[in-house]
């Protein structure tokens, strides 16, 4: 069965079950028989279908068989709901508009057919025909008084009495013709609806009329047609359609619509009924059932809110037939199989189909496809899969622009065509569950997030911060107090914002990239810019000046001053001259000056060394090297030498410039 929850509430198609082309050989459909998918499909009735379409539906007032008429042959069909089954059908000589039935079993009906012909039929078959004066449009049964009405095209009601078997005197009508009739279960008030909107209801005591109402125009549709016409249980309130897809709600008192329902599709109302399921008290829940030929729809009689709604697939919807006091509801459309939905919410199901409570009570299917077994391609599919040279034989069933091909056959060809298909789909099931079995670990390794990754980088540094104040490092706690972030108790107060689900979007979505471009943010960060562009500038003056070294070319510089300092003694003298200061921060150079023609040797800056020095070292500074003594007093200048190294060698001389290098 298929589901479908339009507004909330749950449809349930009970004729959805595994369907087979029309055009299937006999051979294949008796094949099915074996099919345990086939054995299994559910069926509200036993050959509940016709060979063309479905006309008109009807229960029996004793609720225990079910009418059904279709055309292509015209035949009625009669389900016995005790056996689930059909209880018989018959073929009459022209297609049927509409019937009535005349006892509480299927012992006694009428037929009005479009040759004009009234058909009666008992339990035995057909028992009389009789012929109305114009083609006939809608047939009403008034059990009270044993007077069969009928509409039709022409200014008058056909009154035929039953009980003395000839045609009365006709109640005439101010429309020009009358498209149908409705009459009150309580009071017997007959209601004719007029092709010009004119809503006309008569007495049969009297045979004249009692009133007349526009009510198309009542309703904003002036010049519309009246299509069908209701009365509810209670007798005081009627609904009408009209021809642009309006149903207007009257009570017998006021001459205004109480409320109006558009359907929304401009296409005649077919059908109206009223609907109370049972326990509802007062008629408090009651609902109006309301079809045109692309949708049935649902909704409250007092307020007009929409509850739920049904739009079949299979056909236009010629009649809608509401079983009494459940969720019940069969479409007769223009399809071969009568159309079946229950709606759990609206009412229980029926005594005869109870299975369906406990079929639908967690059922959520995925809709099938048009045939489970055969799948549609265009002509580029089939030329893709080299299937083109199939066209015009069995295999491939032409239907609209492309073809029906078997699933068998498609399967085939798609894995000759591409061979490893079947490969990369398993290798990305692979790859998706590794990725969803890693993700269950314990991983110590954080990553930052591709978004905001400078955010998420200061955050990080900021709580590892925390941490090491939490455990009594005192330089991160002064860090921390020079930020404002600690208590005067002593405990950091930096809250984590990556680990606080609301801001977990700024780390995930790119809607929230911080844009540190942007005039905003530069109002917010005056200085952002300059630090940052003092920390660039300082990372190129250090790399200019200075270069990386390891621990053992350290070791080895080191070893090389001390021989230095006892033969170049001038050199000693000239760097005892010089202050030995930091490159940068004011921390003093190892050995307290650097030494004369080697490398002076210094501590901090941004530049990474070179040789994979990080990852040997951790997390201990980063050792630099000056150059020479030109560069180290350029360095703490914060000058670049960069244009001296490109004049010529004598123009350097010649000012008196030191060109002496580490090589």
């Known amino acids: 069965m298929k589901v479908s929850a339009p507004d909330g509430v749950k449809v349930y198609n009970i004729s959805s079950s595994k369907s087979i082309p029309k055009w299937l050989s006999d051979s294949k459909k008796k094949a099915l028989k074996k099919n345990e998918e086939y054995r299994r499909r559910l069926e509200l009735l036993q050959d509940f279908r016709f060979p063309a379409a479905c006309q008109r539906i009807k229960v029996t007032p004793d609720q225990q068989y079910i009418f059904a008429t279709g055309y292509h042959p015209p035949m009625v069909k009669v389900f016995d709901l005790a056996n689930l089954s059909l209880k018989f059908d018959r073929h ?15 012992s006694k009906a009428v037929f009005l057919c479009t040759d004009r012909t009234v058909c009666f039929h008992a339990r035995f078959g057909s028992y009389h025909k009789t012929r109305v004066p114009r083609f006939g449009r809608d047939l009403a049964y008034a059990p009270f ?36 009739l409705g009459i009150s279960p309580v009071h017997g008030l007959v209601a004719a609806a007029g092709e010009d909107g004119q809503l006309e209801c008569f007495d049969p005591r009297a045979r004249t009329s009692v009133g007349c109402l526009n009510a198309a125009a009542a309703c904003n549709a002036p010049g519309s047609e009246l299509t069908c016409v209701r009365f509810d249980d209670a007798g005081l309130h009627v609904a009408v359609g009209t021809s642009t897809g309006l149903v207007a709600l009257y009570d017998l008192r006021a001459q205004h619509p109480l409320l109006v329902k558009d359907h929304m599709y401009g296409a005649p109302i077919k059908d109206i009924k009223f609907h109370s399921a049972p326990g509802d008290g007062m008629g408090a829940s009651r609902r109006v059932i309301s079809s045109d030929k692309h949708i049935i729809k649902v909704w409250d009689a007092s307020s007009g809110a929409g509850f739920t709604s049904i739009e079949p697939a299979e056909g236009d919807i010629n009649d809608v037939c509401v079983w009494p006091g459940s969720g019940l509801i069969m479409a007769a459309c223009d399809d071969t199989v009568v159309q079946g939905y229950f709606i759990p919410s609206l009412g229980p199901a029926p005594r005869w189909c109870g ?47 492309g073809f029906f091909v078997d ?14 298909a079947y490969e990369a789909y ?37 709580q590892a911060e925390v941490e090491a104040a939490a455990a009594g490092d005192a330089a991160a706690r002064a860090a921390l107090k020079k930020k404002g972030l600690l208590a005067p108790d002593g405990q950091p107060v930096a809250p984590n914002a990556m680990a606080d689900d609301r801001f977990k979007a700024m780390f995930e979505d790119a809607d929230f990239v911080v844009d540190e471009e942007a005039d905003e943010y530069k109002a917010l960060h005056p200085n952002a810019g300059e630090r940052a562009a003092h920390k660039r500038e300082g990372d190129r003056l250090l790399e200019e000046h200075f270069e990386a070294v390891s621990d053992d070319e350290e070791g080895s510089d080191a070893g090389i001053s001390e021989e230095g300092s006892e033969e170049e003694g001038g050199s000693e003298g000239e ?23 080697k490398q002076a040797v210094a501590k901090g800056g941004s530049l990474k060394p070179s040789g994979g020095v990080d990852k040997v070292r951790g997390k201990q500074p980063a050792m630099y090297a000056a150059r020479d003594i030109s560069s180290f007093d350029a360095y703490q200048k914060r000058e670049s030498r960069g244009d001296v190294f490109s004049r010529p060698l004598s123009e350097r001389v010649g000012d008196g410039g030191t060109t002496t290098g580490t090589g």
């Open 92 to 106: 009459l000589d022209a297609e049927i508009v509409d019937f009535q039935i005349l006892t509480e079993d299927y």
């Open 145 to 180: 008084a044993a007077e069969l009405l009928v509409a039709g095209s022409a200014p008058e009601v056909w009154r035929l009495s039953l009980e003395e078997g000839r045609f009365m005197a006709p109640l005439p009508c101010r429309s020009p013709a009358v498209n149908a």
């Open 355 to 401: 299975h369906l409570e406990g079929l639908t009570e967690e059922m959520e299917e995925a809709a099938p496809a048009v045939y489970d077994d055969y799948r549609f391609v265009t002509k580029a599919d089939l030329v893709k899969l080299g299937l083109d040279h199939l066209v015009g034989t069995p295999l491939l069933r032409a239907y609209m622009h």
């Open 407 to 420: 699933n068998r056959l498609y399967n085939k060809a798609k894995s000759l065509t591409d061979p490893f």
């Open 426 to 462: 398993r290798a990305a099931r692979v790859q998706k569950k590794m990725e969803e079995e890693r993700a269950s670990r314990i991983s110590l390794v954080k990553k930052l997030p591709k978004v905001n990754t400078k955010v998420a980088a200061r955050l990080t540094a900021q």
């Open 575 to 597: 760097g005892d001259a010089r202050a030995a200061a930091a490159p940068r921060g004011g921390k003093p150079l190892r050995g307290g000056k650097p030494a004369a023609g």
